[in-house]
């Protein structure tokens, strides 16, 4: 399975930015599909995920704010990003794996960087 995320960015508080994943490979080993983040010094923390069904979990840091969706017919997932803040300044990772919503997916994307400064 090969992840490959796009759609980071410099934005400006309040700004809003789109990430996008696309997935290949074995689609039995991808039905759930997240994103995670990691902002300097800090440890990875979920975003959100989905799986293929379209059950959706979100932290509760961007409840409100993000919002993640998918097309299974492409394979791709995406995490629409409003109301930008400092604090979701960090490299953004798209994560797969074949298990349940709520836990880390073994395949990683090579993460994408988000900046939310003036």
């Known amino acids: 399975v090969q992840l490959q995320a796009s759609g980071g960015g410099l934005v400006q508080p309040g700004g809003s930015l789109r990430l996008s994943c696309v997935a290949s490979?074995?689609?039995?080993?991808?039905?759930?599909m997240g994103w995670y983040r990691q902002a300097p010094g800090k440890e990875r923390e979920r975003v959100a995920s989905?799986?293929?069904?379209?059950?959706?979990v979100v932290a509760d840091s961007v409840e409100g704010r993000f919002t993640i969706s998918g097309d299974n017919r492409k394979n791709t997932i995406y995490l629409q990003m409003n109301s930008l803040i400092p604090d979701d300044t960090a490299v953004y990772y798209c994560n797969a794996g074949a298990g349940r919503i709520n836990s880390r997916g073994r395949y990683w994307g090579q993460g994408t960087l988000v900046t939310v400064s003036n």
């Open positions: 989905i799986s293929r069904g379209g059950n959706t």
């Open positions: 490979g074995d689609r039995t080993e991808f039905g759930v």
